[in-house]
């Protein structure tokens, strides 16, 4: 069976000002880099509120709304431009979040790439942070437990930033193991192993600055074993890039296989659970480019 690639042109809607590192080019280069691959190519569809409103309240909502320009640009934090095609945006990128959940429970592929920005990892429940404005992963998460009744969802974060919007969205939640390895020190200053969640569920892997993806991979391997017993229902993964040697935002020293082991090491810990991965973070176009290709390419094993 096929994976699923889901995707808009309302991506590139999303434009913030010249020098920007979260920019228009970061999906071209990604959409670039994964032609000829065989993939099942699906529209990124609107978020509905109600999946919006699991993880964000109507008043945030409305200031997302009323901060977007007509024309121009506005900050909705010192890091998050909004220009006038970014609410849309956000919300596809929301929504195919949601629709490839929806289509790998259906059993319609086994597993599914979000190809979507902005990214949405940072965003908490009423605080836009770090180019993030809706918490796409977490707002999938709510819908498979809420909407399709699950009972066990694994949520892994491989970007170089701690996935804190994540985190703090699903603190609470007893019904989903969260895992996220990130260069620490590093903005935005949390991801300490102290940070376990309100039931024990929340596993922070810190990488020291400078390490590489042999390290990362020894990380993983007892957090991977453990969800592997725990027989998640779904798996779905926040893939940021910008873990990279290449990339500007940061100091670890990744290279393009180790994305690819990486995501061979959690599919091979998700077993038969189907597997949704949305694109977060990753600052050097090539680096972005080949990463994400080697990542699309290891979920497609075994599922062609």
């Known amino acids: 069976m096929k994976t699923l690639l889901y995707t808009h042109p309302s991506a590139d809607g999303h434009v913030t000002p010249p020098g920007h590192p979260e920019q228009v080019a970061r999906l071209t280069s990604v959409l670039a880099a994964l032609e000829g691959l065989p993939l099942d190519r699906r529209s990124a569809p609107?978020?509905?509120?109600?999946?919006?409103?699991?993880?964000?309240?109507?008043?945030?909502?409305?200031?997302?709304?009323?901060?977007?320009?007509?024309?121009?640009?506005?900050?909705?934090?010192?890091e998050t431009s909004v220009a006038p095609g970014s609410l849309v945006a956000a919300r596809h990128a929301a929504g195919g979040a949601c629709a490839a959940v929806d289509a790998v429970l259906a059993g319609e592929g086994t597993r599914a790439f979000v190809a979507m920005r902005p990214p949405g990892h940072h965003a908490e429940a009423a605080l836009p942070m770090g180019f993030c404005i809706f918490g796409n992963v977490a707002i999938a998460a709510k819908r498979a437990l809420d909407y399709h009744g699950l009972e066990r969802v694994a949520v892994l974060d491989f970007d170089v930033h701690h996935g804190n919007g994540t985190q703090a969205l699903l603190w609470d939640e007893p019904r989903v193991r969260f895992v996220s390895s990130q260069q620490m020190p590093l903005w935005p200053g949390t991801g300490a192993p102290s940070e376990q969640g309100a039931h024990g569920q929340?596993?922070?892997?810190?990488?020291?600055?400078?390490?590489?993806?042999?390290?990362?991979?020894?990380?993983?391997?007892?957090?991977?074993?453990?969800?592997?017993?725990?027989?998640?229902?779904?798996v779905l993964i926040s893939a940021g890039f910008d873990a990279h040697a290449d990339d500007p935002l940061a100091a670890l020293e990744w290279s393009d296989d180790d994305f690819a082991a990486l995501t061979r090491a959690i599919c091979a810990a998700a077993g038969k659970a189907p597997m949704v991965s949305c694109l977060e973070g990753g600052y050097d176009l090539a680096a972005l480019g080949r990463s994400a290709r080697a990542h699309v390419e290891a979920l497609q094993e075994e599922t062609v």
């Open 46 to 78: 609107v978020a509905e509120d109600a999946d919006l409103l699991r993880c964000h309240p109507q008043s945030y909502l409305d200031l997302v709304a009323a901060t977007v320009p007509a024309e121009g640009f506005a900050d909705l934090d010192p």
């Open 202 to 234: 929340i596993v922070n892997l810190p990488l020291r600055p400078g390490s590489d993806g042999t390290a990362a991979r020894a990380a993983w391997a007892s957090p991977l074993q453990r969800m592997a017993d725990w027989r998640p229902q779904l």
